[in-house]
């Protein structure tokens, strides 16, 4: 299951899962907030500690982002992140332990408007929860290094800009870890602290069609502070050169509306 919405969002085949978690499905709807879906199991033998940890590797086999890690306080925080389906979705995850037991709840939420067949959440929910297993847990296994994401400086710009209208404060989580390969034109080079900032030209072209529909009139800067070794290659550039930097996710500032790559590289 590559994504979760993906196998949401259609008929999937009946899968036998254990009773109890499908029997502790349940759906909410509220209209101006959207659907909540909820599901759980309770396993004999397995702690809050384990049930977390269990859960990083679930959520690396599922593709999804990994928010909020709180292995002692049974919490988690996951994301199906945005793609041209549906916006980032959030999940919470809360393991709760009872004598020799632990409940381990799965709570999907979707926006408003959004609409899923309750099978489909159902068998999503349970196929992940299936994977915890009884125990104390082992060391989590290493995530290999994160492949660089592809896209144009405005495009990623004008996604961080609709997080940023529905949650600036999960920008720094959604984003931790994330390596891009950005290609855009140059707007500006300036001294930043002991590096070089290479900031690329967001703003929509719209001198001659006027606004469009969905693209953010006032979007969030982006800009690469470029790797030790990389001045020259930095001072070469010019405002209008077309310049594609590989780096990864540093810093965003709700107040400065922009945010930062670092250990940039051409390419």
Same mark, same amino acid.
């Given at each position: 299951?590559?994504?979760?919405?993906?196998?949401?969002?259609?008929?999937?085949?009946?899968?036998?899962?254990?009773?109890?978690?499908?029997?502790? #499905?349940?759906?909410?709807?509220?209209?101006?907030?959207?659907?909540?879906?909820?599901?759980?199991?309770?396993?004999?033998?397995?702690?809050?500690?384990?049930?977390?940890?269990?859960?990083?590797?679930?959520?690396?086999?599922?593709?999804?982002?990994?928010?909020?890690?709180?292995?002692?306080?049974?919490?988690?925080?996951?994301?199906?992140?945005?793609? #041209?389906?549906?916006?980032?979705?959030?999940?919470?995850?809360?393991?709760?332990?009872?004598?020799?037991?632990?409940?381990?709840?799965?709570?999907?939420?979707t926006g408003s408007?959004? #609409?899923?067949?309750?099978?489909?959440?159902?068998?999503?929910?349970?196929?992940?929860?299936?994977?915890?297993?009884?125990?104390?847990?082992?060391?989590?296994?290493?995530?290999?290094?994160?492949?660089?994401?592809?896209?144009?400086?405005?495009?990623?710009?004008?996604?961080?800009?609709?997080?940023?209208?529905?949650?600036?404060?999960?920008?720094?989580?959604r984003y931790r870890?994330?390596?891009?390969?950005?290609?855009?034109?140059?707007?500006?080079?300036?001294?930043?602290?002991?590096?070089?900032?290479?900031?690329?030209?967001?703003?929509?072209?719209?001198?001659?069609?006027?606004?469009?529909?969905?693209?953010?009139?006032?979007?969030?800067?982006?800009?690469?502070?470029?790797?030790?070794?990389?001045?020259?290659?930095?001072?070469?550039?010019?405002?209008?050169?077309?310049?594609?930097?590989?780096?990864?996710?540093?810093?965003?500032?709700e107040f400065k509306?922009?945010?930062?790559?670092?250990?940039?590289?051409?390419?």
């Amino acid at each position: 299951m590559k994504a979760l919405l993906a196998a949401a969002f259609v008929i999937l085949p009946s899968m036998g899962y254990a009773a109890t978690c499908e029997q502790s #499905f349940k759906k909410s709807v509220n209209p101006l907030m959207g659907s909540q879906y909820a599901a759980s199991v309770t396993i004999d033998g397995l702690t809050r500690q384990s049930a977390i940890s269990q859960m990083r590797g679930v959520a690396q086999k599922n593709s999804l982002s990994v928010l909020v890690d709180e292995p002692e306080n049974g919490s988690m925080l996951l994301e199906d992140p945005e793609n #041209f389906q549906h916006k980032a979705i959030p999940i919470v995850v809360s393991a709760t332990e009872s004598g020799r037991a632990t409940t381990v709840e799965m709570v999907i939420k979707t926006g408003s408007g959004a #609409f899923a067949k309750n099978d489909a959440m159902r068998a999503a929910i349970c196929a992940m929860l299936a994977d915890i297993k009884p125990g104390r847990g082992a060391a989590t296994t290493a995530a290999a290094p994160a492949k660089p994401i592809k896209m144009q400086a405005f495009v990623l710009s004008q996604q961080v800009s609709r997080d940023e209208k529905e949650n600036a404060a999960a920008i720094p989580l959604r984003y931790r870890g994330r390596v891009y390969t950005l290609t855009g034109i140059v707007d500006y080079v300036i001294k930043d602290g002991d590096a070089y900032r290479v900031a690329f030209d967001v703003q929509p072209k719209t001198d001659l069609l006027g606004p469009l529909p969905g693209i953010q009139a006032v979007p969030v800067g982006i800009s690469c502070l470029m790797a030790p070794g990389q001045t020259a290659y930095a001072l070469s550039l010019r405002k209008t050169n077309n310049a594609t930097l590989t780096g990864v996710f540093h810093d965003y500032d709700e107040f400065k509306h922009h945010l930062w790559l670092k250990d940039c590289r051409p390419g």
